[in-house]
Every structure is written in C-alpha cells, then in structure tokens.
Nanobody, 122 residues
Framework: QPQLMESGGGLVQPGGSLRLSCVAS????????TGWYRQAPGEQRELVAW?????NTNRAVTGRFTISRDNAENTVWLRIDSLGPEDTAVYFC??????????????????WGPGTQVTVSA
C-alpha cells in the first residue's frame, strides 16, 4: 500500500525559509494531484498549495509558497519564505495515487502523510 512521509519541519526563526519534503513509497503506479495542507492549533486544516495531475506542471508559486514535484522520485516539496508565527502548524502532504500490484492497477485514492511540525519563533 502506498505511504507518504513528510520531513523538513522544525523550529525556524521569523523571516527565515524552510523546505518541506514528502516522499511517496510503496506499490505506486502513478501519482496524480498532490499538495500540502496545514493545521494550526485549534484551527481547521487549510490548503496551502497543490499541483494538478498534469505532467507539464511541476512547480507553482503562490505568494510565499512554492510547491514543486519530481515524478520520477515520487517526491513533492513545499518551500515557505519569509516565515512568520502565523505559519506555525503541522504540515501534511497528500497525493492521489494509483496503487499497482502484480496483476492489477487500482483507481486513484487519496493518501496522507502523518504530518511534520513547523514552529516559527525567535
């Protein structure tokens, strides 16, 4: 079964930058739409950035957030610039993945990573 694992979180000073990574592993036939959500304490999970199921779109920039992917490496990154306390949250990656086996290929199913904590503080 496919799995996602984030890394790169930690304590960062205000104004700094951070790059989060998310690697998909397991029996993967293809990864479609992928992206990042975050959830701050006491808040609902919110979408930060995403990439469509389009082989011609491997990078997107929205304000301080840059999302990019390497389909060959089954990896998606999120770069956050000019970090502020408001960016403190657990960051989750997700991906729509088609799982494969010896004699089958399943349809797309959404998978989530366990999350990585980002804390912005002086």
């Amino acid at each position: 079964q496919p799995q996602l694992m984030e890394s790169g979180g930690g304590l960062v000073q205000p104004g700094g930058s951070l790059r989060l990574s998310c690697v998909a592993s397991g029996d993967i036939f293809r990864i479609g739409t992928t992206g990042w959500y975050r959830q701050a304490p006491g808040e609902q999970r919110e979408l930060v950035a995403w990439l469509p199921d389009d082989s011609n779109t491997n990078r997107a920039v929205t304000g301080r957030f840059t999302i990019s992917r390497d389909n060959a490496e089954n990896t998606v990154w999120l770069r956050i610039d000019s970090l502020g306390p408001e960016d403190t949250a657990v960051y989750f990656c997700y991906a729509d993945i088609r799982e494969s086996g010896p004699y089958y290929v399943k349809g797309f199913q959404t998978y989530w990573g366990p999350g990585t904590q980002v804390t912005v503080s002086a």
